[in-house]
């Protein structure tokens, strides 16, 4: 497991954006594909966007095509996701993970084996 540092977030109104960001460690062989994934209250942590370790490989839930974008500063060692035209039902906790094992984005949760500690993110209407 590495550690994940997360930053951003907080409360917005529909229509805002708000960009997410996850710092995480260097690796001397290959990277991490990093995803996020939204919580949101009594619900399932479940898959919102992921990024390939080059960067030239992104996945995103239906319910935020076109709206978020993720990507990748490898030199930085971050990953961002960038949330625009943010809607009441993209309330949640965000977590940034990172699945050390494979090359191919993963959209469900149990793949990843790093976590980050989670930012709210509230979008009143």
């Known amino acids: 497991q590495v550690q994940l540092v997360q930053s951003g977030g907080g409360l917005v109104q529909a229509g805002d954006s708000v960009r997410l960001s996850c710092v995480f460690p260097?690796?001397?062989?290959?990277?991490?594909?990093i995803g996020w994934f939204r919580q949101g209250r009594g619900e399932e942590r479940n898959f919102v966007a992921g990024?390939?370790?080059?960067?030239?490989?992104?996945d995103y839930d239906d319910s935020v095509k076109g709206r978020f974008t993720i990507s990748r500063d490898s030199a930085k060692n971050t990953v961002y996701l960038q949330m625009n035209d943010l809607k009441p039902q993209d309330t949640g906790l965000y977590y940034c993970?990172?699945?050390?094992?494979?090359?191919?984005?993963?959209?469900?949760?149990?793949?990843?084996?790093?976590w980050g500690q989670g930012t709210r993110v509230t979008v009143s209407s």
């Open positions: 260097s690796r001397p062989f290959g990277a991490y594909v």
């Open positions: 993970a990172a699945d050390s094992s494979s090359a191919e984005i993963k959209t469900s949760r149990w793949y990843y084996d790093s």
């Open positions: 990024i390939s370790w080059s960067g030239t490989s992104t």
